[in-house]
Structures are given as structure tokens and as C-alpha cells.
T-cell receptor, first 112, second 116 residues
Framework: DQQVKQNSPSLSVQEGRISILNCDYT??????FLWYKKYPAEGPTFLIS???IKDKNEDGRFTVFLNKSAKHLSLHIVPSQPGDSAVYFC???????????WGAGTKLIIKP | GAGVSQSPRYKVAKRGQDVALRCDPI?????LFWYQQALGQGPEFLTY????????KSGLPSDRFFAERPEGSVSTLKIQRTQQEDSAVYLC??????????????FGEGSRLTVL
């Protein structure tokens, strides 16, 4: 039973446009959400996070939106750049334990 | 380098062999995690150490899996009598924090295990 779902295995976006990556979760106990980016043959690297007490967090070109009622979060990248081509993972955790629960990832391809 | 270092990067084992995977976390990082990532999936939690104490091992899939961090720095994940379903990338991550929900984990490049 997947508690964190990324329903789009891949996404292709034109350079300079907005990339929107989506993530859904089922466990209402999750209270902290993170996005990680992964290049081939490398470990995931942290991108941005959001606590459940917020509905938006912004860091440069990256913004994460959280809709608790819909159990949905999204990552917006504006403008998209070729170096953004990678696999993006959504992850969630709850205060009661140390585990991160991960989605399966979305492969983002930025076309020049 | 200053990042998390894992070895070996690639390991091929025959079914039934024992393997040991090593993780060198960032110096001074208190927390250390092991995750297992199957092909096309996200990482799955295996175990968590705070210094030398293993506080959570609920993700270890069977008693063939064992992890240790005896001096609170380097950690080893050992898999006994490997099976084909153990084939995956094993990721180690560390962080300077001990509190939950307080930020990012720093990941190594992973050890890719293939069991034939």
C-alpha cells in the first residue's frame, strides 16, 4: 500500500517554461514533506521542504505547495533549466518516527 | 571529500553469499540512515542510528539483514545468505540533527548489489 504516490513516471517541459511535479499521500499523520532530486549514479540531494503548518514554501526557482485537505503537494520550478533534468522524489514523514516514506519518483526532462 | 562515502559502489554476489556494505557519514553527523531502493522505486527505510545506538530497525526485511555503527561514525550493513530479491541499491544518509522533521538528509551515492 503506497502511502506516497507520484503518478507521473515522467514529464517533459520546454526550457524556460514552468515544471509542475505532483505528489499525493494517503496518511493524514504526515506532517513534514520534502522534495529530493536525483541524477543518475548519484544519491538523492535535498531540494526543498514544507511543514504541514504551512501551505507554501519558496526557495529561488523552486516552490512547494501543500493542500492538506486534498492530501496533495506539488513542486513548481520556474523557469525550468536544462540542469533541472533529473528524477524528483517526494517524501513524507511524521513526528512519531524517523522514517521518510518516498514516492516512486518522476523523471523530468527539460527540452532545449 | 566531505560527503557521505559508500563502498563498494557495485557488488555482485552469488545467491547464498554474505555481503557487507560500508558507509562513512559526514564527520560529526549524529544521525545515520540506511535505505533500500529497488529499480524504478523510491527508497525504503531500513534502519536508523543516533550515534552508536540503533533506535529503529523496523524496516529491515528479515533477520538476514544486520546493521551496526559501533563507534558512532562508520556503519556497516550486512546481508547474510543473499537472495535474488535483495538486489537493489543500498543508500546511506547522514544528518547533523537528532530531532525528527528537522531537515534534509545527506545521501551517499549508494551501493548497487546484484545477486545472481
Amino acid at each position: 500500500d503506497q502511502q506516497v504516490k507520484q503518478n507521473s513516471p515522467s514529464l517533459s517541459v520546454q526550457e524556460g517554461r514552468i515544471s509542475i511535479l505532483n505528489c499525493d499521500y494517503t496518511n493524514s499523520m504526515f506532517d513534514y514533506f520534502l522534495w529530493y532530486k536525483k541524477y543518475p549514479a548519484e544519491g538523492p540531494t535535498f531540494l526543498i521542504s514544507i511543514s504541514s503548518i504551512k501551505d507554501k514554501n519558496e526557495d529561488g526557482r523552486f516552490t512547494v505547495f501543500l493542500n492538506k485537505s486534498a492530501k496533495h503537494l506539488s513542486l513548481h520550478i520556474v523557469p525550468s533549466q536544462p540542469g533541472d533534468s533529473a528524477v524528483y522524489f517526494c517524501a513524507a514523514s511524521m513526528d512519531s518516527n524517523y522514517q521518510l516514506i518516498w514516492g516512486a519518483g518522476t523523471k523530468l526532462i527539460i527540452k532545449p | 571529500g566531505a560527503g557521505v562515502s559508500q563502498s563498494p559502489r557495485y557488488k555482485v554476489a552469488k545467491r547464498g553469499q554474505d555481503v557487507a556494505l560500508r558507509c562513512d557519514p559526514i564527520s560529526g553527523h549524529v544521525s545515520l540512515f540506511w535505505y533500500q531502493q529497488a529499480l524504478g522505486q523510491g527508497p525504503e527505510f531500513l534502519t536508523y542510528f543516533q550515534n552508536e545506538a540503533q533506535l529503529d530497525k523496523s524496516g529491515l526485511p528479515s533477520d538476514r539483514f544486520f546493521a551496526e555503527r559501533p563507534e558512532g561514525s562508520v556503519s556497516t550493513l550486512k546481508i547474510q545468505r543473499t537472495q535474488q530479491e535483495d538486489s537493489a541499491v543500498y543508500l546511506c544518509a547522514s544528518s547533523p540533527w537528532t530531532l525528527r522533521n528537522t531537515g534534509e538528509l545527506f545521501f551517499g551515492e549508494g551501493s548497487r548489489l546484484t545477486v545472481l
